[in-house]
T-cell receptor, first 114, second 113 residues
Framework: QQQVKQSPQSLIVQKGGISIINCAYE??????FPWYQQFPGKGPALLIA?????SEKKEGRFTISFNKSAKQFSLHIMDSQPGDSATYFC?????????????FGSGTQLTVLP | ETGVTQSPTHLIKTRGQQVTLRCSSQ?????VSWYQQALGQGPQFIFQ???????GRGNFPPRFSGLQFPNYSSELNVNALELDDSALYLC????????????FGPGTRLLVL
């Protein structure tokens, strides 16, 4: 019940295209859903995050869409650039006034072709 | 404001040995979490430290242990190393109360031969 399932495993997009990565979760107690970007040899860096009381959040070219009833959320990268080529992880956490532990998806390796 | 730092960057050990990894949290953060990231997988939660005590643990055996110091820095210790312990070990810092976001360090790459 703690799992977060992520798809696709890999994604190849042309420069300027839209990259879409999907995640699904089971535990309805999750209340915070971040996306992390990881480059080779680096630690994950927070990209954008959303709470389940919001259906969409946009920051620059990055948008999270959240469907609470379906227990699914997705990351959309508009106008994808070669510099966006990295591994993307969705995650979820539970927190009730205390510190949180993140449950990660398995990752999506994004390649943006020039 | 300094970010999360980890040392060493790389480490090679042999099976059965013990290893200590270190983490300095981001300035102002009082909670440290440790994650193990095997090659090609997402990070897996090991445990979390707050006020120098373990505050939550994932599905890892007792040979994985940790410490947190008064300055909020932390250590991860792994005893009796196994080949499957080869991974990137990530440290993340956050605020205990109201801190949703965890900020990750660059990780320590451990290879067990």
């Amino acid at each position: 019940q703690q799992q977060v399932k992520q798809s696709p495993q890999s994604l190849i997009v042309q420069k300027g295209g839209i990259s879409i990565i999907n995640c699904a979760y089971e535990n309805t107690a999750f209340d915070y859903f971040p996306w992390y970007q990881q480059f080779p040899g680096k630690g994950p860096a927070l990209l954008i995050a959303i709470r389940p009381d919001v259906s969409e959040k946009k920051e620059g070219r990055f948008t999270i869409s959240f469907n609470k009833s379906a227990k699914q959320f997705s990351l959309h990268i508009m106008d994808s650039q070669p510099g966006d080529s990295a591994t993307y992880f969705c995650a979820a956490s539970i927190g009730s006034g205390s510190a949180r532990q993140l449950t990660f998806g398995s990752g999506t390796q994004l390649t943006v072709l020039p | 404001e300094t970010g999360v730092t980890q040392s060493p960057t790389h480490l090679i050990k042999t099976r059965g040995q013990q290893v200590t990894l270190r983490c300095s949290s981001q300035s102002g953060h009082n909670t440290v979490s440790w994650y193990q990231q095997a090659l090609g997988q997402g990070p897996q939660f090991i445990f979390q430290y707050y006020r120098e005590e373990e505050n939550g643990r994932g599905n890892f055996p007792p040979r994985f242990s940790g410490l947190q110091f008064p300055n909020y820095s932390s250590e991860l210790n792994v005893n009796a190393l196994e080949l499957d312990d080869s991974a990137l070990y990530l440290c993340a810092s956050s605020l205990y109360h109201g801190g949703e976001t965890q900020y990750f360090g660059p990780g320590t790459r451990l290879l067990v031969l």
